[in-house]
């Protein structure tokens, strides 16, 4: 079978055709790749919502959550159900077992569960439940849309915004936020009703049917069908005052402006918004999956510079992109110009998170670009430059090369896959030296380029694949890591496996070839080479062979030295390199590195979540919120800051938003890292400080928009079935939690003590026909309002809602003084009919698998303390609390769970890594115990990765292990290099100590080459100070230092451990054969174990 080299070098044409195609290709493959911060994640859950409008948490969780949970609690596949129940909202999630992919099956059943059960078991109010996926939804940009105006007008330029960006091409999905809908309020009047004897389903009886717009068949004309409407609907509040609503035989007419007051206005909410201390709506432009984060928002920023006539920056990249295809900007631009907004309309650009996206990916590129430079230079002063040339356009190669695969793949160019590349970049190069060295020896001996470039690189292709292959095998595990860790780390394995594929297609088809028609032997002449050329061609000559000949020799003499005391004293040397690796793992063990689940990134927009007490006007609310706005205000690194009154935003899109009186969110947006002097972390510091003691405020907390699997360090879940137990011990876990310095933003998610006021039915009122329904919907329509209809005015449904005005819905006074209507058509004063009396109860609820829940949450100042060591203490007093409060159940969630799943995959993968190595060896070697030799350089690289963390000053991370992983493939490669020429040696008759001293005198140069190489690419982003790389580091040091000491101890420690085993299986086999001679008298033999 003719080999891949032996291919390459007969048909050149294909050849550079191939790999011309892929530079094209794979330039434009780069270009046009989809950027954003992270690979988008989607969680397997399925999201039940009920809207139930009016009703208390009690009211929906009695008559919505309950029935549904019980309904689809043994659903197939299903790891969780986590309800959550506010005012008017029943949210039920349900997440399903981890690696289980088939979620429309799961959405399919959960549907028809619910459909089972009878409509009239849910109350008459209850909306439709939605059963969808959860699909993620993450902003790219926003837009506050500010001045002096008025709320309407507010609106109406929000809207106009919102369209004006959905004419773009390419933006699908944009939101309004921080206005509120549209609404016709009739607000009837308690005196009125009484006057003329009306109730509210009277008032909104005639209104439904005053406002009908019905079919009414067709007319058959000779042209056609024609089809008749009665129209009756209005869109207007004043087209209802004239609606009647009861006449009598005489002819007097009762009108709804007899007995009302009809406003056209907003929702009867608290909701509000506010950029930069002045009115605002804020829009927001989300993305798919599929979209680029950075092209959207360069189209909202040529949006909004048009409408406000200012000029259209464009970065050099974005100027560059356009002179090879024109990006849309620039018309973009001209289309708002000539249709700009009245100047009293105000745009501002706010929670940019593609200035972050472009700024890590910008940070990466660059590390990325000085790694390829330094890996390039080391080439030049250590090989030919020939070799070299044609080692670093196979680097070029293979990242051009895995750009095609990414776009074929539908793979986006984000900071795992940019970093994936960097880890990789310096290891494209080992494949390529190792034939590269091989080549250039056998032209240097005379043979003829063509023959040298076929025999040279079938000689190590075996070595080579398997060098390869052991690198890509303890990768492959990482791609099967659990929790939120593995969806985000999960594309990184993809690419190192992809491009070292590729890098290893290249040295065998393509490298051969270039070495074949390009390589001569090494002269002091310049070859020929035209201008300046030929006398920089003549200085590396010289520099190479005085490497050759002075540093080499240098090198090799010391390490002979070395190498030659370590093998006669080897018993020695293991016992030297085990303790050290004991005393790193002491070390970790007793947390002089300490070990975090993932080092904190810098972030360019904050959130704050303010809530009060349950009960707090919006007024207060607002007070509370300008006093940190303005302390938010006073920071220098401040850009922009949107506040949200009245309502809280969900992450992510995971259900709707949270409307009540007593919360509030700002997004603030810092300046860009590289104009400011602090991280984002100390900015947060300053904050929690500046906004301590505000007057109300129930909880405060800040955090960092960060991406990535993010998370409270402290996350407690309590669960089960008594409410008042959860609620002491969450008052206790709070306690123990403040007592820790470092501990911040300690905060549960239960709301109580909230007034109501309650209603019971008194049992003479069963004699006028009342019922408790009849009653609850009565008061329901007098406070709430009773919605007649929906009106469709734009893209919008309009509600009509009859209700009391706001003066008579403001004390427990008004509702003592309504009537109510019996069912024999007259009015009885509400206290006649009912007990009124005021109580507590829940502004939200949660439950987990059908218990009541409570979770707690609190961040960690990784500068003051650990969130580990706080963990492990809260959980040592977990045993009291449950004993003391019997029924509840605590564990741990957030970031801790999650790791908890990473970690216990990720030690399933070691092993798996580890044994496909072992296989790949073994299979290499035929042999049992030389693949176990081999191996022993692994525990050497974990001692470098704890003595880099510590130099370096980084904690170790999830991400650390990660690299820690990927190491076993990456050091066994030296190794596998050395033992290889041991057992050649020993084959040609060499004793057992004299070949391994010159396997790995012989072997040095190539193995520290392919080591520098390594280290060097992943060097300037170790060096790198920016508080953007800070969180990527760790790994970057888990390989680099792993592979830099591994490497050292490899040429030192690995010889020594093959002649030990070399003794252990001779002296196995002494006294085998000894058994042998005293059993049968036989006679024993001997064997080489090297050549075994």
Known sequence: MTSLPRLSVRNRVVVNLLMW????????????????????????????????????????????????????????????????IREGLSTIVVELESGFDDINQVVDDVKARIDSIPREDFPREAEETVVRKFEPKWPVISIAVFGDLDDRALKQYGERVRDDLLAIPGITDVVVSGTRKDEISVEVRPDKLLEYGLSFMDVGAAIEA????????????????????????????????????????????VRLCDVARVIDGFEDTDTAGRFQGKPSVNVVVYKTPEQDAIRIASQVRALVHGKLGEPLQRSWRQRWRARLADDGLQAIYERAAADPYPPAVRLGLHTDLSRFIEGRLDLLQRNGLWGLLF????????????????????????????????KALGVTLNLMTMFGLIVVLGMLVDDAIIIGENVYTKVE?????????????????????????????????????????????????????????????????????????????????????????????????????????????????????????????????????????????????????????LQKMDAETLTCELKMG??????????????????????????????????????????????????????????????????????????????????????????????????????????GDRLDDLVAVSAAIREELSRFAGVHDVVDDFDAGRREIQ????????????????????????????????????????????????????????????????????????????????GTGFATLRRIDQDRAVAVTADVDENVTNAELVIQSLAAAFPKWTQEYPGVSLRFAGQKLEFRKSFGSLKRDFLI???????????????????????????????????????????????????????????????????TFVGRRVEEGRPLFEAVLEAGRSRLRAILLTTITTVLGLAPLMAEQSFQA??????????????????????????????????????????AAAVTLGAVGGKGGTATWGSR
């Open 913 to 979: 890594a580890l044994a496909l190595i072992y296989f790949l060896l073994a299979g290499l070697f035929r042999s049992y115990v030389r693949p176990l030799v081999v191996m022993t350089a692994i525990p050497f690289g974990f001692i470098g990765v704890v003595i880099g963390h510590k130099l370096m000053g980084y904690p170790i991370t999830i991400l650390s292990l990660i690299g820690m992983v990927a190491l076993t493939g990456i050091v066994v490669n030296d190794s596998l290099i050395l033992v």
């Open 614 to 719: 349950v009960n707090a006007p919006v007024e207060q609310t607002r007070r509370a919120a300008l006093a940190v706005e303005e302390a938010v205000m006073a920071l220098p690194e401040l850009k922009s800051v949107y506040t949200l009154l009245g309502a809280s935003l969900p992450e992510g899109g995971m259900g709707a938003a949270q409307v009540q009186a007593h919360l509030a969110q700002m997004f603030i947006e810092l300046t860009d890292v590289r104009a400011r002097d602090r991280s984002s972390e100390e900015v947060l510091r300053e904050l929690r400080e500046r906004t301590a003691g505000i007057p109300g405020v129930r909880f405060l907390t800040f955090t960092a928009m960060e991406g990535g699997p993010a998370g409270a360090a402290i996350h407690v879940e309590i669960t």
């Open 375 to 406: 890996v390039g230079t080391s080439l030049v002063l250590f090989l030919h430059w020939r070799v070299a040339l044609w080692v670093m356009m196979g680097l070029v190669f293979s990242v051009f090369g895995v750009a095609i695969a990414m």
């Open 21 to 84: 195609g892929v530079l094209a290709g794979g330039g434009y493959s780069a270009l046009t790749l989809v950027r954003e911060m992270f690979p988008e994640s989607r969680p397997n859950l399925v999201l039940i919502t009920t809207p139930y409008p009016g009703a208390t948490p009690s009211e929906v969780e009695k008559g919505i959550t309950l029935k549904i949970e019980e309904q689809i609690k043994d659903v197939e596949h299903v790891e969780k159900i986590e309800s959550t």
């Open 1030 to 1071: 800070r969180f990527l580091i760790p790994m970057a040091i888990s390989i680099a230092f792993g592979i830099a000491f591994g490497t050292v101890l490899t040429l030192v420690g690995v010889p020594a451990f093959y002649l030990i085993a070399a003794d252990v299986t001779a002296l196995l086999r002494r006294a």
């Open 445 to 597: 001996a005379g043979l003829e380029p063509e023959l040298a470039a076929v025999q040279g690189a079938e000689e190590v292709t075996w070595p080579v694949v398997i060098a390869i292959t052991t690198t890509i095998a303890a990768f492959l595990p990482l791609m099967f890591i659990e929790g939120r860790v593995g969806d985000w780390m999960g594309v990184l394995p993809v690419i190192v496996m992809l491009t070292l594929s590729i890098s290893l297609f290249e040295a065998l088809a393509i490298l051969p070839l270039h070495l074949a028609h390009g390589l001569r032997p090494l002269s002091r002449r310049g070859d020929g080479l035209p201008g300046a050329l030929g006398p920089i061609h003549a200085l590396l000559v010289r520099y190479r062979r005085w490497v050759a000949h002075v540093g080499d020799a240098t090198i090799r003499r010391c390490y002979e030295r070395v190498i030659r005391r370590s093998l006669e004293y080897r018993y020695v040397t293991a016992a030297v390199f085990v303790a050290a690796i004991v005393v790193c793992a002491c070390a970790v063990a007793a947390g002089h590195v300490p070990f975090v689940m």
């Open 210 to 253: 005053a406002n009908l717009d019905l079919p009414g068949g067709r007319v058959r004309t000779p042209g056609a069908n024609v089809a008749l409407r009665t129209l009756g609907e209005e869109d207007r509040g004043e087209d209802l005052r004239d609606i009647v609503v009861r006449s009598d035989p005489a002819g007097r007419q």
């Open 759 to 838: 209603i019971e039915l008194l049992d003479s009122a069963t004699a006028l026909g009342l019922t408790t329904r009849s009653l609850a919907t009565q008061v329901r329509a007098a406070f709430h309002g009773l919605e007649t209809r929906k009106v469709q005015r734009g893209r919008e449904d309009v509600k009509i809602m009859v209700r009391y005005p706001l003066e008579h819905r403001r004390s427990v006074y008004d509702l003592e003084s309504m009537y109510v209507a019996t069912p024999a058509g007259t009015l009885a004063p509400i206290v006649e009919v009912a007990r009124i009396t005021e």
